[in-house]
């Protein structure tokens, strides 16, 4: 009897702790959102540009090291518009080589590639990296923080003012919103894929050439999400006292892409818990409609224009997200197109919409552009349209 006794408290023990593991699980993967730590928050769906949460969001905050996510954004606009290219030199000057804080101790008149330089940033946050890659780019870092400041205006990020290029600063003149966070996040991960493969780096040797002669340096990331959390492709930790602990974390699964923007965590394990729990839960609530359209439209007929017909293409694919459990199954697409096109129009200009909607409401819609442009017709031209009619 007290053999089946103890058989029976074990299995009720056993029972007990791995529903209590599982319950605990159960938090991080489903946890409402309102039990992040951090003040100010919020989370974003990249590819739509859909708010799923936030918290304070627009509260002016010190972005300490997420400050470099701005600094990579005109890193890589630079290089897509080719006045600068990965395997050039960069060489660090006395001042971005006395950089405090986070750093990776390159010496004045060391020489590194930009594309290193990128993964100095990207991967351990060095401020030296940042400051020597802003004087590349822009001759000083004061000048690259005015591109900083331009580029901020422009994507609307009307709540930030840079004063540097790393973060290093506590000025109160240095400032962003976990919003703004996350419009540059979006705007560098969406028009610049290529930086997930540094954001997503673990560790990594560099080599340093000195006077003193060659050494290696390990460069360890930041973002300690890449070994907690399955999913995650980067983006950019910060802390100083002022900030306290910042991050930009970015995840995909199932196509979608997501940004999870906590500033002013209490300690850096509370940033990291609270991206998770807004990850998990953007993922756990979202569906996403896409429709790549790839389907080729019929060419429309034009009036008064120096061709008869003109092709016609979508602009883009189309994306729907949808957080509030609604079914995507029945969404339409209709075709809204004049029937003849009047000229005169150039190329890319809008000739009408694909239209998608879900239970007869419009969710949204993607222009439909001419291929080709097509001048006004006048008399010699349709002199010369009779012309080959009977010619032909």
Known sequence: MQKIRKYICTWILLFSVSMQVFWWSEIDVCAEPAAIEAPSAVLLESSTGKVIFEQNARERRSPASITKIMTLLLTFEALDQGKIKLEDPVTVSAYASSMGGSQVFLAENEVQTLETMIKCIAVASGNDASVAVAEYIAGSEEAFVEQMNAKAAELGMTDTHFEDCCGLTDSDGHYTTAMDVAV???????????????????????????????????????????????FTTGLKTGSTSKAKFCLSATATKDGIDLIAVIMGAPDYKARFKDARTLLSYGFNISDLYLDENTDILPNMRVQ?????????????????????????????????????????????????????????????????????????????????????????
């Open 184 to 230: 540059m996040s979006r705007e560098l991960t969406v028009k610049y894929p290529k930086i997930f493969e540094y954001t997503g780096i673990w560790m990594e040797d560099i080599t340093h050439e000195t006077r003193q002669g060659s050494s290696k340096f390990t460069l360890n990331s930041t973002n300690k999400l890449l070994k907690q959390y399955p």
């Open 304 to 392: 008064g224009g120096v061709e008869d017909t003109v092709p016609v293409k979508y602009q883009s694919e189309f994306r729907y997200l949808d957080t509030e459990g609604n079914s995507l199954d029945g969404v339409e697409k209709r075709i809204e197109l004049p029937e003849i096109a009047m000229a005169p129009f150039a190329e890319g200009d809008t000739a009408g919409r694909a239209v998608y909607l879900r239970n007869g409401v419009e969710i949204g819609s993607v222009p439909i552009l001419y291929e080709n442009a097509v001048a006004k017709a006048f008399y010699k031209d349709y002199l010369r349209k009779i012309m080959e009619f009977y010619l032909l």
